[in-house]
């Protein structure tokens, strides 16, 4: 049985989770407290396994009492946001904070039963997480790639041409840092990037904005028909699968709507597919941290079909489901820690080269 303990100041939504997940056999939501000073000790004597928390609460934001909890009583925290861009720049501070996931807060006459299997699913992974890693990412062990003449491109001339080579990356619970980990230890001139992360809308766009600001790479949410470029990085925008495409040299985007896969939209498996079809030994396809089994097949077969194939390690990882589940398909060159990924990645690159 998975014990929950929920933090939200609405009375209504604390009322509806409660009601919604104990209709699960495996949850029980054994507490609920209106803000942060009431939950403290509920949380302390009530000692559940994963704890929901609303980040815009009176008293104390649920940034400030999430960052407590980590340093002294840490747990899984699952974000329940609203759809807002200052809701989900909020989340991913809550997650770069030691949050495992985010979720949109119902609105309109909150539907919280429309939430409640989506968050049942994040609740079991949450439960498994494993909390020491989120506290992995070494970004001084890559500063080396970013020398000072390496700027971010940023409609330089690298941007005017098509990379022949396509990095594809999936993740999902805990992959927020993951990506960042990653991307930070990547070139300014590395080959064009498509990355899904499981993620709701405006979240996805905020996240875009966030590792720009961040890695030496253009980062931007995808629009459909985005040219993927040297040096710039395509982010999956929530509630649409996105699809690597090819017309003569060039790759590009198409981003569109269709049925969930794997119970997620975007879908890891829906890109690496269309990857492993459009561009086949020329890419590298890599599987970070996340729940489920999401991109294992695509990454099958991308690796059937000539592109080179990175694994984040179960040491590094949150939750070790979708590498886990590609690494027992086979599809797996190269198995690493998180702090290495980077660094097999461009090992990935040289293979291409040498193996045209």
């Known amino acids: 049985m998975i014990r929950v303990f929920v933090v939200d100041d609405s009375a209504i939504v604390r009322k509806k989770l409660t009601e919604e997940l104990n209709k699960y056999p495996d949850i029980q939501v054994v507490g609920s407290a209106i803000d942060p000073y ?46 807002t861009k200052e809701g989900s720049e909020l989340a991913l501070e809550a997650l770069e904070s030691g949050a495992v996931d985010v979720l949109c807060k119902p609105g309109g006459s909150y539907s919280v039963g429309d939430l409640s299997m989506q968050l049942a699913r ?59 980990q990653v991307l930070y230890g990547l070139p300014a001139d ?23 600001s961040l890695v030496p790479l253009e980062v931007k949410e995808a629009e459909d028909g985005d040219r993927v470029l040297m040096g710039r990085v395509l982010i999956a925008p929530g509630n649409f ?15 569109k709507e269709g049925p969930m896969v794997h119970h ?40 059937d079909n000539g592109s080179f194939t990175v694994a984040q390690n179960e040491e590094s990882c949150v939750v070790y489901g979708m590498p886990r589940e590609a690494v027992k398909l086979g599809a797996i060159d190269r198995v690493e820690h998180i702090n290495s990924v980077a660094s097999a990645i461009l090992d990935g690159l040289a293979h291409l080269r040498n193996h045209p």
Request: hydrophobic share 45%; proline share 5%.
């Open 122 to 180: 994040v609740i079991r992974a949450a439960a498994k997480a494993n909390m020491r890693n989120k506290h992995v990412y070494d970004f001084k062990s890559q500063e080396r790639a970013h020398t000072p003449e390496i700027q971010k491109p940023l409609g330089g001339n690298q941007l005017k041409h098509t990379t022949d080579k396509i990095i594809a990356i999936g993740a999902s619970t805990g992959g927020t840092e993951a990506i960042k």
């Open 264 to 303: 997620h939209r975007p879908s890891v498996d829906v890109l690496f597919h269309s990857v492993a079809q459009v561009a086949a030994n020329n890419a590298i396809g890599v599987m970070l941290t996340g729940m489920g089994a999401d991109g294992a097949i695509g990454l099958k077969e991308m690796h």
């Open 190 to 212: 590395s080959p064009g990037i498509v990355i899904v992360q499981h993620m709701p809308p405006k979240f996805t766009t905020s996240f875009a904005e966030r590792l720009n």
């Open 241 to 255: 699968h996105m699809l690597l495409k090819k017309s003569g040299a060039d790759y590009f985007v198409q981003v």
């Open 38 to 83: 009431v939950a403290r000790d509920k949380i302390v004597r009530l000692n559940p396994d994963v704890i929901t928390l609303d980040v815009e609460m009176p008293r104390m934001d649920g940034i400030t009492f999430l960052k407590k909890i980590m340093r002294f009583f840490p747990k899984p925290v699952i974000i329940i946001s609203s759809l």
